[in-house]
């Protein structure tokens, strides 16, 4: 007798439908792709989009993008990509309490912040100086899986990244996809405040008072807390939600962060410097469309978006290595 049991695409699809609860997205119902595939005999579409995702390289790039200190020099410090494989864990955390379905969270969780240009939302801020409205790493996210590295991802995984962030007023019709806000917001401002006091930015009895009394030291306690929080108000509310205490210490805790650590006075140079990166290098391809790498040049695309695509690509130390050499003045010819 073998020790091994195959398991097929079919059979997993059984056992969603035996396992997962009944407001489960289950994978034999997605909404499907743009471009029609055939089913694949071992793998459930939620599972071709998890594994497309995580080898791409729009996700290897995240390795080299700033979480919150730019271009740090510590080991230790989280990046673009700790950050996501962290959001992912929390988010199937959540979902395996709740029954739902594990790799469809995961699949958005992964993809979540692909488009996050360099120097994360101060390179965001940057961007949006030359587009009407407000530039979104979401929407670059769907951007980069659907024209840059075109992965054909299914529907529900797309709506999943697209309405991740708590700004957009959207919510994604999977309780899947509406999991990834908070798995997001846990993740970073529980590792933020822990980079911050390895910083030496932030000491513990700096924290509020409510927020302390709400999570308990920071580190584990915190994500072991708010995740609970959520399992506990979704299962009792039949609906994605964390509990309103937790949520109003969640919401104390972020103000703190922006005020502590993200829009800190003594970072202010930092900051401009990493702004007047992105603009430099947006304004200089703008008029040299050209020098363009023939992969972000789309027909179907203004001259704008090709070069905001390009530079919105680049990892933190891809940026200022371009922007040195575009800018800085050569001693020696």
Known sequence: MSEFVLRTREIAEEREALNLAPGATMSSATRGRAVPEDLDPWWTPFERDRDRILHSKAFRR????????????????VTRMTHTLQVTQIGGAIATALSLNVTLTEAVCLGHDV?????????????????????LHSDQSVRIFEVLEPLNLTHEVLEGIRTHPWRVKQQATTPEGRIVRFADRIAYLAHDALDALRAEILVPSMFP????????????????????????????????????????????????????????????????????????????YLEHLDELPESYRHDTADGLTQVIDYVAGMTDRYAIRSHDELFRPRLFS
């Open 115 to 135: 488009g996050h240009s360099p120097f994360g939302h101060t390179g965001e801020d940057a961007l949006s100086e030359f587009v009407d409205g407000e530039w």
């Open 209 to 284: 008072d409510s927020v302390m009394r709400a999570f308990g030291e920071p580190g584990r306690e915190w994500v072991s807390t708010m995740v609970q929080s959520v399992i506990d108000e979704s299962h009792r509310k039949d609906a994605i939600a964390m509990e309103p205490a937790t949520l109003e210490a969640m919401h104390t805790l972020r103000t703190f962060m922006f005020a502590a650590v993200y829009l800190r006075p003594s970072a202010e140079s930092q900051r401009r410097r990493a702004q007047q990166i992105v603009r430099d290098l947006v304004t200089y």
């Open 62 to 77: 995240l390795k080299h993008k700033t979480q919150v200190f730019m271009n740090p020099e510590g080991d230790h410090f």
